[in-house]
């Protein structure tokens, strides 16, 4: 299974466009790439998936190389309900979606 | 309906319980899982149901006990717990598994176990 390598943290101020990359050097040719987020307290929710090229829904933008050895989730314009933690997986081919560390993104006012 | 229905949202159980955690979800998805997470850390996958049958444990203590009804519910028994056990469990569903999976996951907004 393909690892995942995020900043632990990151800080950003409302109205700010953040930007967190994903390393995953050993992403598998059938893999996808997905993003979810987590509140306190909640389970995670699907943000975005994609497998090349750039992915655009109405909450972010998921940004991929050509190489796929890594992504980066946009989110345009936060705000302070954004604060959360956000994890980057690889997988699909299984269904066997492991979990990394996840990063913790804090927006300030 | 779009969402994974987990019950109880809280649950404090002894040593010496035997309880169990139910989740639900209506939206035709054939794949059903078990996350344990424990205070910030991220979820940890333990159990994989597909079509109804298990398809991957991932080495879970037999004190944890699966169990897939029909295709809309699924259970997680409890049998002498230990401490150390606390944590929110998560049930996440998804179409299927594998490639049908590339649509996300929906997740539950999980029990808070504690065991004392």
């Known amino acids: 299974l393909a690892k995942t390598t995020q900043p632990i943290s990151m800080d950003s101020y409302e109205g700010q466009e953040v930007n967190i990359t994903c390393s995953h050097n050993n992403i598998a040719t059938n893999d996808y790439i997905t993003w979810y987020q987590q509140f306190p307290s909640q389970g995670p929710r699907f943000i975005i998936q994609?497998?090349?090229t750039k992915v655009t829904n109405e909450v972010a933008s998921l940004f991929i190389p050509a190489d796929r050895k890594s992504s980066t989730l946009s989110l345009p314009r936060v705000s302070l309900s954004d604060t959360a933690v956000y994890y980057c997986?690889?997988?699909?081919?299984?269904?066997?979606?492991?979990f990394g560390q996840g990063t913790t993104l804090q927006v300030k006012p | 309906d779009t969402e994974v229905t987990q019950t109880p949202k809280h649950l404090v159980m002894g040593m010496t319980n035997k309880k169990s955690l139910k989740c639900e979800q209506h939206m035709g998805h054939r794949a059903m899982y078990w996350y344990k997470q424990k205070a910030k850390k991220p979820p940890e996958l333990m159990f994989v149901y597909s079509y109804e049958k298990l398809s991957i444990n991932e080495s879970v203590p037999s004190r944890f006990s699966p169990e897939c009804p029909n295709s809309s519910l699924l259970n997680l028994h409890l049998h002498a717990l230990q401490p150390e056990d606390s944590a929110l469990y998560l049930c996440?569903?998804?179409?299927?598994?594998?490639?049908?999976?590339?649509?996300?996951?929906?997740f539950g907004s999980g029990t808070r176990l504690t065991v004392v």
């Open positions: 997986l690889v997988g699909g081919n299984t269904g066997k979606l492991i």
């Open positions: 994609g497998y090349k």
């Open positions: 996440a569903s998804s179409r299927g598994q594998g490639y049908e999976s590339n649509y996300g996951y929906t």
